[in-house]
T-cell receptor, first 114, second 111 residues
């Protein structure tokens, strides 16, 4: 069964530092997403990416966040200057089409900002 | 702002009982997905429903999409301890952008 792979599984960083979360989506999928889940809260949408550009982003996804698909296989989320409130599980997901197929999520990166 | 209300939030039942989880919104979905999430893991897709009135079955799980595409339900027949977990519904309102997640139903099935 194809998987979405995320690295690292855990990351601890100091406030103000930059972090890059990495994802390898399923190879024939076209739509890519980042979601986050703060402990005990709902899964929240951050950004969707299609055809090498952002197709939609949430209010959470401010100027401190960026995404990139540098080489056709990796999909990265960068947080430029982390804040305490960025501590959460970050999930990457991919889908073969816009509607009707559901997403395949990765196992997540637990980010702790201290 | 689209909201997706999921109920109940917690459910504790005995093995062999039936249960239903509900997912409701005031907005129309393009599609609705049900996921199961284990602690510390990502959501795992159970089913996607797209057509109003659609019913899909996955072993003892039956998923229904409302005729107006504003609500959905998950029914589990003869629950087993292995069904214990967090069940999430998620709606796609604009065909391929963001999913709006419900707050989840924490199911505990006791032997």
């Amino acid at each position: 069964e194809p998987e979405v792979t995320q690295t690292p599984s855990h990351q601890v960083t100091q406030m103000g530092q930059e972090v890059i979360l990495r994802c390898v989506p399923i190879s024939n999928h076209l739509y890519f997403y980042w979601y986050r889940q703060i402990l005990g809260q709902k899964v929240e949408f951050l950004v969707s990416f299609y055809n090498n550009e952002i197709s939609e982003k949430s209010e959470i996804f401010d100027d401190q966040f960026s995404v990139e698909r540098p080489d056709g296989s990796n999909f990265t989320l960068k947080i430029r200057s982390t804040k305490l409130e960025d501590s959460a599980m970050y999930f990457c997901a991919s889908s073969p089409a816009a509607v009707g197929y559901g997403y395949t999520f990765g196992s997540g990166t637990r980010l702790t900002v201290v | 702002t689209q909201l997706l209300e999921q109920s109940p939030q917690f459910l504790s039942i005995q093995e062999g009982e039936n249960l239903t989880v509900y997912c409701n919104s005031s907005s129309v979905f393009s599609s609705l997905q049900w996921y199961r999430q284990e602690p510390g893991e990502g959501p795992v897709l159970l089913v996607t429903v797209v057509t109003g009135g659609e019913v899909k079955k996955l072993k003892r799980l039956t998923f229904q999409f409302g005729d107006a595409r504003k609500d959905s339900s998950l029914h589990i027949t003869a629950a087993q301890p292995g069904d214990t977990g967090l069940y999430l519904c998620a709606g796609d309102y604009n065909q391929g952008g963001k999913l709006i997640f419900g707050q989840g139903t924490e199911l505990s099935v006791k032997p």
